[in-house]
């Protein structure tokens, strides 16, 4: 089954590559995606950066994939998430990606340091 979403995220593509483009981050997504709390070992399927981000789940049991694509947009990024999944419930699915943007799109906290 496929499941799509999308949103503009008040951040640039390369804030949101840097965030994406990491490897404990998509393994939890897709743990999202396939419906479990742990994180899946994945295989990268494309990469073009700060474009376009693939992924699929490397587990033999779950066919399961992400694919993240970024493209500039006033005054920030469109985002849009494909995922192909076995989830039963669509919803399930459309819900685990939607907590992926909302992830994307909160703002990073990062300790003050006084100089």
Same mark, same amino acid.
């Given at each position: 089954m496929e499941s799509k979403t999308r949103r503009t995220l008040v951040k640039s593509a390369p804030e949101? &590559? @840097?965030l994406a483009d990491d490897l404990a981050r998509m393994e939890? &997504?897709?743990g999202g995606l396939v419906g479990t709390t742990h994180p899946i070992a994945i295989e990268i399927t494309d990469r /073009?950066? @700060?474009r376009i981000l693939g992924w699929r789940s490397a587990d033999p049991g779950s066919?399961?994939?992400i694919a993240l694509e970024l493209a500039e947009s006033g005054? %920030?990024?469109a985002v849009k998430i494909t995922a192909q999944h076995s989830r039963p419930d669509p %919803? /399930?699915?459309i819900a685990a990606? @939607?907590?992926l943007l909302d992830e994307l799109g909160s703002p990073e906290r990062r300790p003050f340091v006084a100089g």
């Open positions: 949101l &590559w @840097e939890a &997504w897709m /073009d950066p @700060e066919h399961a994939r005054f %920030g990024t %919803g /399930d699915a990606l @939607e907590g």
